[in-house]
């Protein structure tokens, strides 16, 4: 049986029941893709069905606002997808629908070559492979193929091979690509796994060239390139008769456009410098250490937070961009991870 027979033999019986499995609706499709991107299906399911709930067609979540998308986002981390999620919301309806064609889904935001083939694939059966993380691993492991996945060399000669392999997928008709694409997908996420996994149940074992030579663990082969930085943070919570200080984080840094608290960066300040620079009259004897050195792990870099509450009656002159609150009103408004850590220690 030759692999693409093998892998959708497999797929109908083991494949994952999934709700946006059950429609052929490119919005729905479109939605799981983007919230399932750096993030797991537990994690990322109840988003995709508070979304539908939410927001069921695509003119729903294009009719949204920037803050009501980014706070039902709230806790799934990698913000730019929510905006790009909105931007190419707006894009479709002003298109009339979603594209029909790979050139055209890739050209709405934050879609590439890998989202654009599983909704063309997926909703309207175009012959697109898809090339994931999952799919990088089983071909790597099945073909011996060392070539790093996260260079042009690798990304290039593993879009051609599955493409390739894409083909004697189809039926007559040359339907079967998203069938084969799934089935791909999860034959990587449930059986071929990056720890532990299951050689001795898979079906491919005979033809699995890294399995006949030991190289399982070896293989998909990545390229290190990425200098992951440390970066210290410290947040002042001002609590002033039942209200405290925002702001919205600008362009240009992570976190754009969610909300938090009064934030010194210790990259560019201590906390003195950035008192006289902003001329902002507070003292840190007056405030009391809530958390201290509190680790966020990003992409990356990695961020170290001190937390600081500074209760006052009467309410200092802000910094620009800051803005009073009522305190129970921060739920409204999209927080990254790290200040919902922060205010959790507060609330204890």
Not at 167 to 188: I, K, S, T
Not at 289 to 297: Q, R, S, T
């Amino acid at each position: 049986m030759s692999f693409p027979s093998t892998i959708i033999q497999w797929f109908r019986e083991n494949g994952r029941e999934l709700p946006w499995r059950q429609s052929r609706d490119p919005y729905a499709i479109w939605l799981s893709e983007v919230i399932l991107q750096q993030t797991r299906i537990e994690q990322g399911r109840p988003y995709w069905e508070r979304f539908m709930r939410r927001w069921p067609t695509v003119n729903d979540l294009a009719g949204a606002s920037e803050d009501e998308v980014l706070r039902e986002w709230q806790g799934l981390g990698y913000y730019s997808r929510a905006r790009n999620l909105h931007a190419a919301a707006k894009q479709v309806v002003a298109l009339g629908g979603f594209p029909t064609t790979i050139d055209g889904l890739r050209a709405l935001k934050g879609v590439g070559d890998y989202t654009a083939a599983a909704i063309g694939s997926f909703a309207f059966g175009l012959p697109a492979a898809v090339v994931d993380g999952n799919v990088y691993r089983v071909l790597s492991r099945h073909f011996g193929i060392s070539t790093p996945i996260n260079t042009t060399e690798g990304k290039k000669e593993f879009a051609l091979l599955a493409q390739e392999l894409l083909l004697p997928a189809l039926n007559r008709e040359g339907q079967g690509a998203g069938l084969y694409n799934q089935g791909l997908m999860d034959f990587g996420a449930t059986l071929c796994t990056p720890q532990s996994p299951q050689c001795q149940q898979c079906p491919l074992q005979e033809t699995c060239v890294a399995f006949r030579e030991g190289r399982v663990a070896e293989l998909p082969v990545k390229q290190r390139t990425l200098q992951v930085k440390e970066r210290h943070l410290s947040y002042i919570y001002i609590r002033c008769n039942g209200y405290m200080a925002i702001r919205r984080r600008p362009a240009g840094d992570i976190w754009q456009g969610l909300y938090e608290p009064l934030c010194i960066d210790h990259e560019q300040w201590t906390m003195d410098n950035w008192a006289a620079q902003n001329n902002f009259h507070f003292s840190i004897v007056n405030c009391q250490l809530l958390a201290k050195n509190v680790k966020h792990v990003l992409t990356h870099r990695i961020l170290y937070a001190d937390f600081w509450l500074w209760e006052t009656e009467e309410r200092p002159e802000l910094p620009p961009d800051y803005f009073w609150i009522k305190e129970e009103e921060i739920d409204n408004y999209g927080v990254p991870r790290l200040v919902e850590i922060l205010l959790e220690k507060l609330r204890e």
